[in-house]
């Protein structure tokens, strides 16, 4: 059953939970965030509050300082009001009209069902309303809350903001998600889509369609889970469809290009993956079948599964390849058409050796990912009057060092001249350099040694967040990150930890009493 607001009533800081449902009301993809604006300004003005914007849409709701903190220094709070928008294959969810439907858990997490929940910074933004409602008699500082659009397709928001819509040179960032860690740095990156051109031909007249599908990964957040390992869909999918194909060559090519080109078995079509910044899931590859290659393509696709889950069943518990008959193709290249095989061999080769995962761990910081890469999706599009299409591979680059961004993507854009395609290399954002003699860094260590007595952990996070670019737009900013434990992110299994929500505003709230005072 749905969970209803007046459920959530029992959830500690009522304030922050309410305003957290009221987000999950409102869809909120990214770059049709019009909505979810909209709310922000009715917040504002039935409370009186002074609200700016830029031309970009980023919103910022100001409060004067109260009870005594009215001459301190203007603190920024900030997160982004759009969420990365997953769901389960057999989830019917429009997210362009529906609420999410809330769950609690048997083990104290709150999720979406069958969806991504949009935690990920709906409770950051969800604080923000709430420290902009507390009442006149609370000692804050002048907040500044800024509301960014667009974050999770590109950081758009934050690259494109007003210089003059802010005056505060302190902020909080509430988009990062370990409770007892404060996050002080974090990579840069930038996306590489690679454009392949590919003929088409008549699929011969003796065989007949199938969808050999990889589904029921993990997925994850393209840079917070790319250490562990997880199963890339759209990779494992092209090696199942390599080995199926190579499967009717008799004898020799082992796995070489030349015995895809070779075999009678066809590649259709081969898709998968949608977000720059999600591992994907799911991926699927269309093959046009002799009769009298089936069983040996059966074979190798049984063949394929065992292995694929002698690698990644013990993390990939729910992964499943199949093999099955299709009507047609999911992304509209005609059923009764195949790549070339000379097509099929530059695409397979491109999509198998294009790097994903870890590429080299830091030597400064023991435990962070300095460099990876995601092979995040593939799409085609299909030009059926000149039997032509073009495949776009998109491959989402990270490190805390912007050379090696830029190396990465070098070796990608060979890669991509190599199988016969051209490379578009996005604008790369800045990473966020850790400053260890920040003064708010000093006072939120004190405050959070205070209230788990213990001293936190200070990190930096092998993710995108808009620090860096923020920093860059608003020199001489002191900034730290910090939010609620929060796990799946940019997946169906999204879910916040509820224990961890009361300390986290808690200490956010001591924070800002101690920022008043200055």
């Given at each position: 059953?749905?969970?209803?607001?007046e459920a959530m009533?029992?959830?500690?800081?009522?304030?922050?939970?309410?305003?957290?449902?009221?987000?999950?009301?409102?869809?909120?993809?990214?770059?049709?965030?019009?909505?979810?604006?909209?709310?922000?300004?009715?917040f504002a003005n039935d409370r009186k509050l002074e609200w700016v914007q830029d031309d970009e849409k980023n919103l910022v709701i100001k409060k004067a300082g109260t009870s005594g903190g009215e001459k301190a220094p203007t603190v920024v709070i900030q997160g982004h009001i759009d969420m990365v928008c997953e769901k389960n294959q057999d989830k019917v969810h429009d997210f362009f009209n529906d609420p999410l439907s809330l769950q609690l858990t048997e083990d104290g997490w709150l999720k979406a069902d069958g969806t991504t929940l949009g935690s990920d910074n709906g409770i950051g933004v969800a604080a923000a309303l709430a420290f902009l409602d507390l009442p006149a008699t609370e000692k804050l500082p002048p907040l500044e809350c800024l509301f960014t659009v667009d974050e999770?397709?590109?950081?758009?928001?934050a690259f494109n903001i007003s210089p003059s819509i802010l005056e505060g040179r302190v902020m909080l960032n509430l988009d990062t998600e370990d409770w007892g860690k404060i996050f002080i740095g974090c990579a840069g990156g930038g996306e590489s889509t690679v454009e392949l051109p590919v003929t088409l031909e008549t699929a011969p007249s003796d065989s007949l369609l199938y969808e050999l599908r990889v589904e029921g990964l993990s997925g994850g957040h393209s840079g917070i889970t790319i250490h562990e390992g997880r199963g890339n869909a759209v990779q494992l999918c092209a090696r199942a469809a390599d080995q199926v194909i190579r499967s009717a060559v008799q004898s020799g090519g082992g796995g070489s290009p030349?015995?895809?080109?070779?075999?009678?078995i066809r590649l259709v079509e081969l898709t998968g993956g949608d977000k720059h910044n999600a591992i994907p899931r799911e991926a699927s590859a269309f093959l046009?079948?002799?009769a009298a290659a089936l069983p040996a393509a059966q074979a190798a696709a049984q063949a394929a599964a065992a292995a694929l889950t002698a690698e990644y069943g013990l993390l990939e518990t729910g992964m499943l390849v199949q093999l099955r008959a299709a009507s047609k193709a999911l992304a509209g290249t005609p059923s009764d058409c195949v790549l070339t095989a000379e097509a099929a061999a530059r695409v397979l080769t491109l999509v198998l050796t294009l790097p994903h995962g870890v590429v080299?761990?830091?030597?400064?910081?023991?435990?962070?990912?300095?460099?990876?890469?995601?092979?995040a999706s593939l799409r085609v599009e299909v030009d059926t009057a000149s039997s032509a299409a073009t495949y776009h591979v998109l491959t989402s680059t990270r490190s805390s060092l912007g050379p090696a961004i830029e190396a990465v993507r070098d070796n990608i854009e060979r890669l991509g001249f190599i199988c016969g395609g051209k490379v578009n290399r996005r604008a790369a954002y800045p990473g966020w350099n850790p400053n260890l003699d920040s003064k708010l860094l000093e006072l939120?260590?004190?405050?959070?040694?205070?209230?788990?007595g213990a001293a936190?952990?200070?990190?930096?996070?092998?993710?995108g967040l808009e620090c860096g670019i923020l920093g860059e737009k608003f020199p001489g900013m002191d900034m730290v990150s910090l939010g609620p434990t929060i796990r799946g992110a940019h997946t169906p299994e999204e879910r916040v930890e509820i224990s961890t929500v009361k300390p986290f505003w808690d200490l956010t709230l001591n924070v800002l009493r101690k920022l008043a005072d200055k």
């Open positions: 059953m749905a969970l209803s607001k009533k029992g959830l500690e800081p009522q304030s922050l939970w309410g305003f957290f449902y009221d987000i999950t009301q409102i869809p909120r993809p990214s770059k049709f965030e019009d909505k979810m604006l909209d709310y922000l300004k009715k999770e397709t590109g950081l758009t928001g030349a015995a895809v080109s070779s075999s009678p046009q079948i002799p080299k761990m830091s030597h400064a910081v023991e435990g962070l990912v300095e460099t990876s890469n995601n092979v939120v260590k004190a405050e959070y040694a205070a209230l788990l936190p952990e200070v990190n930096a996070i092998h993710a």
